[in-house]
C-alpha cells in the first residue's frame, strides 16, 4: 500500500471512530436546557406551564394542596431577575432577591452557564420531584450526567439557608450533590455538578429531587444544563490513539524522505 493510499485508509478510519464517539456522546436528555415549554417561562410550573419532556410531582403529596390543583411550588424562570405568579388564582408574584429589589450577598448571575431558562423549586416546602424518561440506554454500560445548580431565597425572607438536589437513574442509588448555603437575602453562583450512573435497563427515569433546610425561609434551588451521555467503550480511545500514532508515523517518513 502507498503511503498516499495508506494516509487515505487512515483518514477514512478516524472519521468513522470520530463518528462513533460523537454517537456516543450524545445527549439523552430531551430539554435539559429547559428552553421549550408549553406556556412560556416565567410563570409556575405544573399550573401555568411545564417544561417539555419533563413531569413534576408533588412531594411529599398534600392531599389539600392536590385537591385545590396548586402542585409543586416550581417555577419555570427566564432570568434570576424575572418574577412569576405564585398562585393559582393569579394574585401575587414569586421574586428572587436580587441587587434591585434590596437583596445582598447575591452571586447568581442573571443567566445560567447554558444561558435562557432554568428551573427552580422550593426546597424546603411543596417541592416538587423533577422527573424524565430516557430511553436509549445499554444495561450495565456507564453514563455520565452533568447539570448546574444554584442556590437562591425568596423575595420577603430572610434567614440563611442551604439547598443540595438528590438525583437518580431508575433503581440507581440516589447521590447528592453537595449543599449549597446561601446568605440571608442573597444567592449563589451556579456550579458544574457531574455524576455517574450505571444504566439499569433500557429506559429508566431521571430524577431530581431538592432538599433544603430551614424549610419555612424558604430555599430555593435552581436547575439547568441537564446532560445524560455514555461514557466511551476504553477501545474506542484506543482505536483514536493508535490512529494518531500512525498517522504521525506517516508524516514522519514523509518528512525523513
Known amino acids: 500500500m502507498s503511503s498516499k493510499q495508506s ?3 487512515l483518514h477514512v478510519t478516524l472519521v468513522t471512530v470520530a463518528a462513533a464517539m460523537t454517537v456516543q456522546a450524545q445527549n439523552l436528555v430531551t430539554n435539559g436546557d429547559f428552553e421549550n415549554s408549553t406556556n412560556g417561562p416565567d410563570k409556575q410550573a405544573d399550573l401555568n406551564t411545564q417544561a417539555t419532556g419533563w413531569t413534576s ?3 411529599p403529596e398534600s392531599p389539600y394542596w392536590a385537591s385545590v390543583g396548586m402542585g409543586s411550588y416550581s417555577f419555570l424562570m427566564s432570568s434570576a431577575s424575572a418574577s412569576a405568579p405564585s398562585r393559582t388564582d393569579g394574585n401575587g408574584t414569586m421574586n428572587l432577591w436580587t441587587a434591585a429589589n434590596g ?3 447575591n452571586a447568581l448571575a442573571a443567566n445560567s452557564p447554558s444561558g435562557g431558562n432554568f428551573w427552580m423549586t422550593d426546597a424546603g416546602w411543596n417541592t416538587g420531584k423533577l422527573e424524565q424518561t430516557i430511553s436509549g440506554l445499554v444495561p450495565g454500560d456507564t453514563y455520565t450526567l452533568t ?3 444554584a442556590g437562591a431565597q425568596q423575595q420577603g425572607f430572610y434567614g440563611d439557608t442551604a439547598t443540595r438536589w438528590g438525583v437518580s437513574l431508575g433503581s440507581s442509588p440516589t447521590q447528592y450533590t453537595s449543599w449549597i448555603n446561601v446568605s440571608s437575602q442573597g ?3 451556579w456550579t458544574a455538578q457531574t455524576m455517574t450512573f450505571t444504566a439499569p435497563d433500557h429506559t429508566a427515569v431521571l430524577s431530581f429531587l431538592a432538599e433544603g433546610t430551614p424549610g419555612n425561609l424558604p430555599p430555593m434551588a435552581l436547575l ?3 446532560s445524560l451521555t455514555a461514557v466511551p467503550e476504553p477501545s474506542t ?3 483514536v490513539a493508535g ?4 498517522l504521525v508515523g506517516i508524516s514522519r517518513r514523509r518528512k525523513a524522505n
Open 7 to 9: 494516509s487515505r485508509w
Open 57 to 59: 410531582t408533588l412531594v
Open 103 to 105: 437583596g445582598v450577598n
Open 147 to 149: 447539570f448546574y445548580s
Open 187 to 189: 444567592s449563589s453562583a
Open 224 to 226: 439547568d444544563g441537564v
Open 237 to 239: 480511545y484506543a482505536a
Open 243 to 246: 490512529g494518531l500514532l500512525v
